[in-house]
């Protein structure tokens, strides 16, 4: 007989695989599972659903989610973006959830998050270590710890310091509303671009994105002169400048993009289910959800049903002699096994 993901338990692999569905991806609290399979008759508790997470990421999923960190650390270009959440046993008001994910070019779209008590530098340093590629982030100051990674600035912070900075029925000869129009000027540059190659990209932005950036910073300069620092507009105009060069670093190869937004997304998953759950009891707790979390994004990014990931996952896993990276390459959510079978 096929063995069981939790010895001496309830549980089978889909009942499991469904009550970790409902939370993290249709984001039902454990209190409200426990109320339906009441309902249905079964005396399943919210201790039963926290252990069930608990021991199955112990057992099997965060095998499989330190193997996608460690084939996302090889990609060239990546995005990072975080935000705070709650956990009942530490000692400070917030706590933060990390996510660090794959470049709009990476053919494998992995997705992992990470639960830190702080979000200071160190954390960007534990997790990506001495990564020398490009990273899309915000301008916070954590991620300027990193030694070797470039970091690229996104044009959306910066488009919208300047939108928020455009007083009502502001007229075209408004400086903040100037200074929006640049920024939007270079979006649909790029959505007119979207299509070609990194190197036609590359080039394409060499000859015009190049010049446009170039004109909107001496705008910045010729500006700063006349603007309160301490008004909307101001902070609008240091920002760019103080940051110039980050931001400029999108135009150092033609798979990087002009906003972060995609971390951005990402971190709205997290945010949805922050909502509903409100907290964790425990750092244990907080962290198990950001490897369910992984995985579910992970599969989502490559069309995967993501009950159906995490069910077949726990049916096949506790079968394996062992869990190190070679057994696990079979169950990325790219193979074909898996995408044949998880659709």
């Not at 659903?49 to 021991?55: A, C």
């Not at 033609?254 to 997290?270: H, Q």
């Amino acid at each position: 007989m096929p063995k069981a993901p939790l010895n001496h338990s309830l549980s089978s692999a889909s009942i499991i695989a469904h009550t970790l569905y409902q939370k993290y991806e249709m984001k039902v609290p454990d209190y409200r599972q426990e109320s339906y399979w009441r309902k249905m008759g079964l005396n399943i508790s919210r201790q039963h659903l926290n252990n069930w997470g608990l021991k199955s990421t112990e057992y099997y999923f965060k095998p499989m989610y330190d193997l996608l960190k460690t084939k996302l650390l090889t990609q060239p270009v990546l995005h990072a973006d975080e935000t705070y959440y709650r956990v009942l046993e530490s000692e400070t008001a917030k706590t933060y959830y990390w996510v660090f994910l794959f470049g709009r070019h990476d053919k494998h779209g992995i997705t992992p998050y990470h639960h830190n008590p702080h979000r200071s530098g160190q954390v960007a340093l534990d997790f990506l270590g001495a990564y020398a590629g490009f990273l899309h982030c915000d301008m916070w100051q954590a991620y300027q710890r990193l030694p070797e990674a470039t970091l690229v600035g996104c044009w959306a912070h910066v488009r919208r310091k300047f939108f928020e900075a455009v007083p009502q029925n502001a007229s075209d000869k408004s400086i903040a509303k100037q200074g929006w129009k640049y920024c939007t000027r270079m979006f649909r540059l790029e959505k007119e671009w979207e299509h070609l190659s990194s190197e036609e990209r590359y080039q394409t932005r060499q000859e015009q994105l190049k010049p446009l950036m170039e004109d909107f910073f001496d705008w910045c300069r010729r500006q700063e002169i006349s603007v309160l620092p301490g008004s909307k507009l101001g902070r609008a105009i240091n920002y760019a400048l103080k940051h110039q060069e980050t931001f400029e670093h999108v135009l150092l190869d033609g798979r990087l993009e002009l906003s972060n937004n995609k971390a951005e997304r990402a971190v709205k998953s997290l945010v949805m289910g922050r909502k509903n759950w409100l907290f964790s009891q425990s750092f244990a707790g907080a962290q198990t959800s950001d490897i369910i979390l992984s995985l579910i994004e992970t599969a989502k990014r490559h069309g995967l049903d993501p009950e159906k990931y995490l069910n077949y996952l726990l049916q096949k896993l506790p079968n394996e002699e062992s869990l190190n990276s070679e057994a696990l390459e079979a169950y990325l959510p790219w193979q074909k096994e898996i995408q044949k079978m998880c659709k």
